[in-house]
């Protein structure tokens, strides 16, 4: 469907899912393993997808020729990866477990090279990772948020829907409903959201970002924790900013001049200038009292420190952002775009979205409560800025906001849709496998399969880190199992020269280590945002 750290989560949980389009069709001239010739010396059969194995005609007698082969048991010599009749299930939604009767597929290593499960474990095939039991996480207080204790759900039921059954874990008080993930602090002294600190400081994000110029913008911090508002209505709060270009994550960060806060309210205010055009940075602020006459103090413990955060670390949380360009109406939508995906990702954090109501569902017409919503969400940043771009699945007279029902052009809520709207801008990446090209706001179809040669998931690009060789993306991603957007930083493996076939499913550079246990996310198809013709 519809498809930085921690913030920067590192767990790619719930890639956003399109229906698999019908496999290519095997190859006419094979048949059954009973019609295998025996071969002899000298005959050899062709092998067109040079996979080592030929098809059942064709013989050839110089075995030394490329592109044949001693064997004639490839029942697709088209596709590489499919080679042997296997026994498989069908797996409607691309899940791992199948479900019906076994069928002869023409598969390779596993049933999944062909888009089939080797067994038939799924109760509910048209919803991934809804199995014959599903995984839940106690929820004591009911606020549908778990903490580590997991349980066993059947299948009819999902977990919101069970007593005491979550579907997210991440609840630091299971035994208080007010607090959970995705929830407002409160200046109490207590860890509210459940993200490490009581009372840390929130980044604000804005529609069109903070007063952002081409050179600068604002971080608009608001304050929970008592010494820093004490400081504040004295008169007395300063911040030392950290800064750097997303594309420059593998550097020192950059520090601004330390300087006192501008106040409203309590939200406090600070500048960052003397930027580049159209970068995407990232932001985060050490907090302090400095009372007149004297030194700098540090109000709040240390957090998150780690061998690339500031020394003494930042004590409110990431801001992430993008400066405007210098001027273009292209460039200029470009910006808009990821400025709306990143007000996206900020409501997200403080927002209850789940199955348990219709919440996710409403804001991006979903066609149901459990639907992943990654092209959706990209759609939706883009809608305003984007010509003929609709969010909405279809044209509902009772759309929100987000969606414009006047809007009568095709829904963009599945990649291939995403692809088809990009139309001459939408390229292969291995075009440019080194992102020489890549430029904030470009669409990334992602997690290609043998079904879905476009990718099955949407990402909103931001920047590309040479030193760490990893990109950085922006994302509303998941279902009812996940229900809310990212930033994060991963590594390409899409072309040849980085992504081998193995085993486990997928390889990963050296480069890429820190992410293989979560996944790899695999760009095959980028949209760019050059085309005037499409700009509002």
């Known amino acids: 469907m519809r498809s930085l750290t921690t913030v920067f989560l590192l767990s790619f949980v719930s890639a956003c899912n399109v229906a698999p389009d019908s496999p290519p069709p095997d190859d006419p001239t094979a048949s059954i393993a009973s019609a295998i010739i025996e071969p002899g010396p000298g005959t050899c059969f062709l092998d067109s997808d040079r996979d080592g194995f030929g098809k059942l005609t064709a013989v050839h007698d110089d075995c030394d020729?490329?592109?044949y082969s001693y064997s004639?048991?490839?029942c697709n010599d088209v596709v590489a990866t499919k080679w042997r009749i296997m026994r498989c299930y069908a797996d409607e939604d691309h899940d791992g477990y199948g479900t019906g009767p076994a069928l002869d597929v023409c598969a390779g290593n596993t049933c999944a090279s062909a888009g089939y499960a080797s067994n038939d474990d799924d109760c509910d095939d048209t919803r991934s990772s809804v199995l014959t039991t599903h995984t839940c996480f106690v929820d004591a207080d009911g606020d549908h948020y778990g903490a580590t204790a997991t349980a066993q759900v059947a299948c009819a039921i999902r977990c919101n829907d069970a007593p005491n059954r979550a579907e997210n874990a991440g609840d630091c008080n299971d035994n208080d409903a007010a607090i959970h993930p995705h929830r407002y602090e409160s200046p109490n002294g207590i860890d509210?959201?459940?993200d490490g600190a009581a009372d840390l400081a929130r980044a604000n994000y804005g529609i069109s970002g903070?007063?952002?110029?081409?050179?600068?913008f604002d971080v608009r911090l608001s304050l929970y924790n008592a010494d820093e508002r004490a400081a504040a209505s004295a008169g007395e709060l300063w911040g030392r900013v950290y800064y750097r270009k997303l594309e420059a994550h593998s550097e020192p960060w950059l520090t601004m001049p330390d300087a006192p806060a501008e106040m409203s309210s309590f939200v406090a205010v600070f500048h960052i200038t003397g930027l580049e055009p159209l970068k995407a940075y990232e932001v985060r602020v050490d907090l302090y009292k400095k009372?007149?006459?004297?030194e700098l103090e540090r109000i709040r413990p240390l957090r998150d420190c780690n061998a690339k955060a500031p020394k003494d670390c930042a004590n409110s949380d990431t801001y992430y952002t993008v400066t405007l360009p210098t001027s273009g109406t292209v460039k200029t939508a470009r910006a808009n775009i990821v400025l709306n995906a990143l007000y996206e990702y900020g409501w997200f954090r403080t927002h209850s979205l789940g199955n348990w109501d219709d919440s996710l569902k409403d804001r991006y017409q979903l066609v149901a409560n459990d639907t992943a919503y990654c092209t959706e969400f990209y759609a939706n940043a883009a809608q305003p800025f984007l010509i003929g771009m609709n969010p909405c699945r279809e044209d509902d007279t009772t759309a929100t906001s987000h969606c414009d029902p006047a809007d009568t052009g095709p829904s963009e809520d599945s990649v291939n849709d995403m692809k088809t709207w990009f139309d001459g801008s939408a390229e292969d990446f291995e075009l440019d496998p080194d992102f020489t090209q890549r430029l904030p706001g470009d669409w990334l179809g992602v997690r290609e399969d043998a079904t879905s040669?476009?990718?099955?998931?949407?990402?909103l690009f931001l920047a590309y880190d040479p030193g760490e060789e990893s990109y950085w993306f922006v994302e509303g991603n998941g279902s009812y199992s996940n229900p809310f957007g990212r930033i994060e930083h991963t590594v390409n493996v899409d072309h040849d020269s980085r992504c081998q076939n193995q085993d486990d499913?997928?390889?990963?550079?050296?480069?890429?280590?820190?992410y293989c246990d979560s996944g790899c996310f695999m760009i095959r198809t980028v949209g760019r945002v050059n085309d005037a013709s499409k700009v509002d």
């Not at 903070?210 to 600068?216: E, F, L, R, V």
């Not at 040669?453 to 990402?459: D, E, I, L, N, P």
């Open 65 to 67: 020729d490329p592109g």
């Open 72 to 74: 004639n048991s490839d």
């Open 192 to 194: 509210d959201d459940c």
């Open 210 to 216: 903070n007063t952002n110029t081409s050179t600068g």
């Open 291 to 294: 009372p007149a006459g004297g």
């Open 453 to 459: 040669a476009c990718g099955r998931h949407t990402q």
């Open 505 to 514: 499913g997928v390889y990963c550079p050296p480069s890429a280590r820190a």
